[in-house]
């Protein structure tokens, strides 16, 4: 019904940057928010970032400064710009969607397939 596909991730060396691509297409009314999200191997999912429809932003503490959020609601698309990249940021990093049907009331949640990244040192 609804599906986001991710795009972007990649090898990079230290210090380097990547841009990171969410598409959501299918049956969405409305989207109530967007976000990424990263889990290395042996670790639980942690939120990076999320946008909400009114532009808020909220990011985690190791990324502020280096990483930005933004979307294009015409798109339905999310991206993740992420500067200065560190080792530590090696991890898969999935796409995350709070959406609404028409006519329903009813939060719907989405995630994307997962892209890898990997830094370098």
């Known amino acids: 019904q609804v599906q986001l596909v991710e795009s972007g991730g990649g090898l990079v060396q230290a210090g380097g940057s990547l841009r990171l691509s969410c598409a959501a297409s299918g049956s969405i009314f409305s989207i109530n928010s967007m976000g990424w999200y990263r889990q290395a191997p042996g670790d639980q999912r942690e939120l990076v970032a999320t946008i909400a429809n009114g532009g808020s932003t909220n990011y985690e503490d190791s990324v502020k400064g280096r990483f930005i959020i933004s979307r294009d609601n015409a798109k339905n698309t999310v991206y993740l710009q992420m500067n200065s990249l560190k080792p530590e940021d090696t991890s898969v990093y999935y796409c995350?969607?709070?959406?609404?049907?028409?006519?329903?009331?009813?939060?719907?949640?989405?995630w994307g397939q997962g892209t890898q990244v990997t830094v370098s040192s």
């Open positions: 995350n969607v709070l959406w609404t049907r028409a006519l329903s009331y009813t939060v719907h949640m989405s």
